[in-house]
C-alpha cells in the first residue's frame, strides 16, 4: 500500500468520513507519525501487530468502526502514547496483559467493545493515568489492589 511509503508523515486525520476496509500492515513503516485519528468510521478487520513499530505514536483514536479480533500485544510497546481510544468497536478476548511499556498513557478507552476475562495487574502501573473507561464490555472479577496505585486518575468508567 502507498502510505507504507509516506515516511515523514506525522499526523493523519481521516475521522467522521465514510472509510470502508481494513487498516493496512504498512502503518508500521510510519515511525514519524504522532497522531492518528480513524474514529467514525465504517473500518473492519484488526488492528495491525505492526502497529507496534510506530515509535513516536503519542495519540491513536479509532473510537466507532467495526473492528474485531483481540487487542494486539505489539500496542503496549508504544512508549510516547498518551491518548488511546479504542471503544465503540466489536473487539474480543482479553485486554493484553503487559502494560509496562505504556507509562505515558493518559487516556485509554475501550468501552463498548466484548473484552472478556479480568483486569491486568500491570494497568496499576500506568501512574500516568487521568482517564480509564472500560464499561460495555463482559470483563469479571475484581478491581486489582494495583489500581490503588492510580493517584492521578480523574475518569474511572466501570459498568
Known amino acids: 500500500s502507498e502510505i507504507g511509503q509516506m515516511t515523514a508523515l506525522e499526523a493523519?486525520?481521516?475521522?467522521?468520513?465514510?472509510?470502508?476496509g481494513t487498516l493496512p500492515t504498512e502503518l508500521g513503516k510510519l515511525t514519524a507519525m504522532t497522531a492518528l485519528d480513524i474514529s467514525s468510521n465504517s473500518l473492519t478487520g484488526s488492528l495491525p501487530s505492526q502497529m507496534g513499530q510506530m515509535a513516536?505514536?503519542?495519540?491513536?483514536?479509532a473510537s466507532t468502526n467495526n473492528l474485531k479480533g483481540t487487542l494486539p500485544t505489539e500496542i503496549t510497546a508504544l512508549p510516547h502514547i498518551r491518548v488511546?481510544?479504542?471503544?465503540?468497536?466489536?473487539?474480543?478476548?482479553?485486554?493484553?496483559?503487559?502494560f509496562v511499556g505504556m507509562v505515558s498513557l493518559e487516556h485509554f478507552y475501550?468501552?463498548?467493545n466484548m473484552l472478556t476475562g479480568r483486569l491486568p495487574r500491570d494497568l496499576g502501573r500506568m501512574t500516568a493515568l487521568e482517564s480509564f473507561?472500560?464499561?460495555e464490555n463482559k470483563i469479571v472479577g475484581t478491581l486489582p489492589t494495583e489500581f490503588?496505585?492510580?493517584?492521578?486518575?480523574?475518569d474511572l468508567w466501570f459498568n
Open 84 to 98: 488511546l481510544w479504542l471503544n465503540g468497536n466489536e473487539f474480543t478476548g482479553q485486554l493484553p496483559t503487559n
Open 12 to 20: 493523519l486525520y481521516l475521522f467522521r468520513n465514510r472509510l470502508i
Open 148 to 154: 490503588g496505585q492510580l493517584t492521578g486518575i480523574v
Open 110 to 112: 475501550v468501552d463498548s
Open 133 to 135: 473507561g472500560i464499561s
Open 56 to 61: 513516536n505514536l503519542t495519540e491513536f483514536v
